[in-house]
């Protein structure tokens, strides 16, 4: 039996006007590497882009072979450098909440031209009646915090975000572990699934930890990919 090759995807959040240069930045150095990106983008946000520039640049990536995903409803206004007490927006919803506030940001995302290819919830958590209204909606895929979900076949992939913590004082416990949980994941051939803010990336130790785990699960065989490539790439082996 033949060893399986780990999968390597890398997302990105915290886009607006403001962080969009470090974004871009990123976004180049992995293109460097061969590895796409998800980009992660709350309607909200992106329908306060004056004069478009995140959504010019979101299309452009996308052509390059990055996938857009959409992240929740209006939980990106959260700010980071705080510790969020109030629950993650669609962590608790039943179906016919989550229908609702997909409604308003599918009726979102359709007036800016961007049409997402799946749906991450904000914090990577998503209730039961979140997954019943992504369905109902048409959602190809949502990622989780443990798991990447294909809605229309039921498939389910296993495997942990890695992301950083809040905090300077745990900054370097969270770059070694990110860097470490990546080497780890790549050499068992499991799902490597690392997560950046554009408020991470100012710092140079969280910012190096992300492109050094890149690198060593590259090392290790990871095949980079984005989310709805990996649910396309199953399903199209289940046809």
Known sequence: MGSVTARLLVSLSGLNARTLDRGAELSDQLADRGVPLSLLLSPRVAGADQPGAVRAWVRQRRAAGDALLQHGYEQAAEQRSLVVRRRAEFAALPAHEAGLRLV????????LDLAPEGFVP????ASPGTLVAL???GFSLCADLVSVRDLRTGTVHRGRVLGFGFGERTEPWWCF?????AARTARRGGLVRLAVDTADLPRSGPRQALLDAVDIALHHGAHAVTYPDLVRARSARAA
Not at 104 to 111: I, K, N, Q, V
Not at 177 to 181: P, S, Y
Request: aromatic content about 4%; cysteine-free.
């Open 104 to 111: 308003a940001a599918g009726s979102a995302m359709e007036r």
């Open 177 to 181: 572990a990110l860097v470490m949980g």
């Open 135 to 137: 369905r109902r909606k």
């Open 122 to 125: 904000p914090r990577w958590l």
